[in-house]
């Protein structure tokens, strides 16, 4: 089957220590994509990749980092500079980066901190 | 910066009816305008997309409308169920990249 692969699906971390959340698309999606998402709001776009070897900041960047080494994977961490980290994060995956695109979207990371 | 916006935050119906979902945009200069839906701790699936020269986009019982002078998108659900209970989201494209500026959302609950 196609999709989109989040894992874990919930996630606790203690203040002050950094944290990668996993994704994985088998879509052969050149352009792949994070969202932060807080409890009764929309999304908000963190990092985005285009292409392997290749990623932007998004609206709120600050805190987290990526990386592309391979077009499959787009892990996040979410380091202790992210001063509220609590959130729903979800990633997305898009055939290429047109504004015609389709994101598609995987099931989401929960992640708590205590 | 452009600001989307969605009324009602949440909305709960009787099954059947038909419904009325609305989402706003301050900057009319969009690419394109999508609906999507999200269960509860899942992620999205896209519903519809209008193109910016489009009008509105159909897909079995849903319609998709969009006023791009106006800043405005509906979303109707004709003779809803309770499988239709979800949050809404809507989401419109920037003029770089694919990047997507997302609303809040319209949790909807249509009640047995």
């Known amino acids: 089957d196609g999709g989109i692969t989040q894992s874990p699906k919930y996630l606790f971390r203690k203040e002050g220590q950094n944290v990668t959340l996993s994704c994985e698309q088998n879509l052969n999606h050149d352009a792949m994509y994070w969202y932060r998402q807080d409890p009764g709001q929309g999304l908000r776009l963190i990092y985005y990749s285009q292409i392997v070897n290749d990623f932007q900041k998004g609206d709120i960047a600050e805190g987290y980092s990526v990386s592309r080494e391979k077009k499959e994977s787009f892990p996040l961490t979410v380091t202790s500079a992210q001063k509220n980290p609590t959130a729903f994060y979800l990633c997305a995956s898009s055939i290429g980066g047109k504004l015609t695109d389709t994101q598609y979207f995987g099931p989401g990371t929960r992640l708590t901190v205590l | 910066k452009q600001e989307v916006t969605q009324i009602p935050a949440a909305l709960s119906v009787p099954e059947g009816e038909n419904l009325v979902l609305n989402c706003s945009f301050t900057?009319?200069?969009?690419?394109?305008l999508q609906w999507f839906r999200q269960d509860p701790g899942k992620g999205l699936t896209s519903l519809l997309l209008?193109?910016?020269?489009?009008r509105e986009q159909t897909s079995g019982r849903l319609n998709a409308s969009l006023d791009k002078s106006s800043g405005r998108s509906t979303l109707y659900i004709a003779a809803s169920q309770p499988g239709d209970s979800a949050t809404y989201l809507c989401?419109?494209?920037?003029?770089?990249?694919?990047?997507?500026?997302f609303g809040g959302g319209t949790r909807l609950m249509v009640k047995p």
């Open positions: 989401a419109v494209s920037r003029n770089a990249g694919n990047m997507l500026t």
């Open positions: 900057d009319s200069a969009i690419y394109n």
């Open positions: 209008i193109q910016s020269s489009q």
